[in-house]
């Protein structure tokens, strides 16, 4: 059973920076695609950003240019760097890993990204 912890969540002024960070257990990390994901208060959990296994990335429109994905694969670890936040990031963010589009693992108990001045 894989289970996946995130961290690195805070409280943080509008334009401020965070990096998050997802350990994940288990075999296989690797050959995986691993996306963030981000559910605010009374929305849906949307997708932020990709990385597939060969490192190429996609990015939700909201954070273009702002937010950058990297992993580490010796250590099962996948990161997202958050730049010129804003108060609409503000949610609960996850990892997961990714196939076809679809989620395959548990959901962790993400952690909390509150942008605020």
């Known amino acids: 059973q894989v289970q996946l912890v995130e961290s690195g969540g805070g409280l943080v002024q509008p334009g401020g920076s965070l990096r998050l960070s997802c350990a994940a257990s288990?075999?296989?990390?690797?050959?995986?695609?691993m996306g963030w994901y981000r559910q605010a208060p009374g929305k849906q959990r949307e997708l932020v950003a990709t990385?597939?296994?060969?490192?190429?990335?996609n990015y939700g429109d909201s954070v273009k240019g702002r937010f950058l994905i990297s992993r580490d694969n010796a250590k099962k670890m996948v990161y997202l760097q958050m730049n010129s936040l804003k108060p609409e990031d503000t949610a609960v963010y996850y990892c997961n890993a990714v196939v076809s589009g679809a989620t395959i693992w548990p959901w962790g108990q993400g952690t909390q990204v509150t942008v605020s001045s």
């Open positions: 990385m597939s296994n060969s490192g190429s990335t």
């Open positions: 288990g075999r296989h990390f690797s050959i995986y695609a």
